[in-house]
Structure formats: structure tokens, C-alpha cells
């Protein structure tokens, strides 16, 4: 089991404060990762960290940031490194989805969409780029969405980030395995958090059509994501990179 001992790691995770981001840094700090939880809001932050560390981990930190300005990055990646001395892990979580039909998107709510999702995981890369390449190799994480394999008629920027993230992925994976940089991509199903809460209000029958074709009959958890961010966080994923893995019950397989 020593593959997958994350103690003397260190990751951020972007929108670690809350639903999937949370679950996935609390999985993380039991592995034995030191954790620094990026998000916008300090009172969430500080709330996600106050859980983390209630569990048993004394390496946690939260830093504010917007990742939709283009120095945020940068001062997040100095800042895990002013606190724990080095970077080895990015999970870029931090996304955003407005439900409209494509044709009622303005277009400032396209941008929103892709700038939060897609841009910011470009930017957050590139960012931690220099630091896991001076210490010899790392991980970066990025979530995508099973959107990424079937289109929605409510999803249209949404689908659009995540189908890029995909692709970033593979391009990252590509350039960056010299450096023994592994980059992979996490496409979570219907997983039961605040935002599919939302849209399970917003569209008739969403619930039961999900359950339907779910073959575990079940929508996902938070909790469901922790395995597979601590898999591919060590060296047991040593040699999986650019890869796209969906974590989703079945969801997708199913027809």
C-alpha cells in the first residue's frame, strides 16, 4: 500500500471548499497530503479546512483566489510553496454551470462558464508547471463531466469546458511525461451536491431518467470521488497519463 502514501505531498485543490473539491481534499490529507484549498469565499474555506483538520489532519491551509484573474494562479502556487516548501499535486476542481438553451446564452455567460472551467484549469497548470518539474515529477488532476461523452441541450458552454478540459488533458499529458508530470482527467456522473440539487428542481423528471439508466441505480456522492483522486495523486498511477476516467455508476456505459 505504500504506493498510494501521499505523506510528504503536497496538493491544491481549486474549489476544494465545498461538494466534489471537498471530498476529493479530504481524501487527499488521509492519504497523508498536506492540502491547501483554494476558493473565493474565506468563510467557506475556512469551513472546509476546520473539517479536514476534524478528521485527523494537522496540514491543511485554505487561500483565497479567483481564478478568473490571470495573476491568481501564480500567487496560489507561492503560497502552497511559502507554507509547505514544495508542490506536487494540482487538482483543478473549480468550475461553474448556468442551464440555459444554447440559443438564450448572452454571451458574457459563455465566457463565465468557460473562463471558470476550462481557462482556469490552463491557468492553474501552467502555474504549478515550474514547481513539479523541480521536484523531479507530479500530478495534475483536472474534473471534466460526463458531458464530455453525450451532448445536453441545457449544457451547451458547460459541455463545451469539460469536452476541453479532455483535451488539455491529453495535450499536457503529452508534453509534460519528460518531465514525469502524469496529467489526467476525472469525469464524475451524477453526483448529488448543491448544483445537481439545483437542476434536479429545474428539470422535471431529472431524478427518475437518472436513476432509470444508472446500472448502481443510485446518484453518485462526493465521498465516490476521494479513491480515485488519491489513485491517480500516487504512485500507483505512475504510468496512466491523458486519460479520461469516468466515475458515474455506470451511467455511461449504459444505453
Known amino acids: 500500500m505504500s504506493r498510494f502514501d501521499l505523506n510528504g505531498r503536497v496538493a491544491i485543490v481549486t474549489g476544494g471548499n465545498g461538494g466534489i473539491g471537498l471530498a476529493m481534499a479530504k481524501a487527499l490529507a488521509e492519504a497523508g497530503a498536506a492540502v491547501v484549498i483554494a476558493g ?17 489532519s494537522a496540514h ?3 487561500l483565497v483566489a479567483d481564478l478568473l484573474l490571470e495573476d491568481s494562479a501564480p ?9 509547505f516548501g514544495r508542490l506536487d499535486i494540482l487538482v483543478n476542481n473549480a468550475g461553474i ?7 438564450d446564452y448572452t454571451l458574457e455567460e459563455w465566457h463565465s462558464v468557460i473562463d471558470s472551467n476550462l481557462t482556469s484549469a490552463f491557468l492553474c497548470a501552467k502555474a ?10 507530479g500530478k495534475v488532476i483536472s474534473v471534466g463531466s460526463m458531458t464530455t461523452l453525450f451532448g445536453g441541450s441545457h ?5 463545451a469546458s469539460k469536452g476541453g478540459i479532455v483535451q488539455l488533458t491529453r495535450s499536457l499529458a503529452v508534453a509534460w511525461a519528460p518531465d514525469n508530470i502524469q496529467v489526467n482527467a476525472i469525469l464524475p456522473g451524477w453526483i448529488d451536491t448543491a448544483l445537481t440539487e439545483r437542476a434536479r428542481e ?14 448502481a441505480a443510485r ?5 465516490d470521488l476521494g479513491g480515485i483522486a488519491v489513485f491517480l495523486a500516487s504512485g500507483g498511477s505512475d504510468f496512466i497519463t491523458g486519460a479520461a476516467i469516468p466515475v458515474d455508476g455506470g451511467y455511461s456505459a449504459s444505453i
Open 40 to 56: 473565493r469565499s474565506v468563510e467557506k474555506n475556512e469551513r472546509a479546512v476546520g473539517e479536514i483538520e476534524a478528521a485527523g
Open 60 to 62: 491543511v491551509i485554505s
Open 75 to 83: 500567487r496560489l502556487v507561492r503560497g502552497a510553496v511559502a507554507e
Open 97 to 103: 454551470n448556468i442551464r440555459k438553451r444554447p440559443e
Open 128 to 137: 504549478a508547471y515550474p514547481e513539479l518539474k523541480r521536484n523531479g515529477g
Open 155 to 159: 449544457l451547451a458552454p458547460y459541455s
Open 202 to 215: 429545474e428539470i422535471p423528471g431529472l431524478n427518475e431518467r437518472i436513476l432509470a439508466r444508472t446500472p
Open 219 to 223: 446518484w453518485g456522492v462526493p465521498v
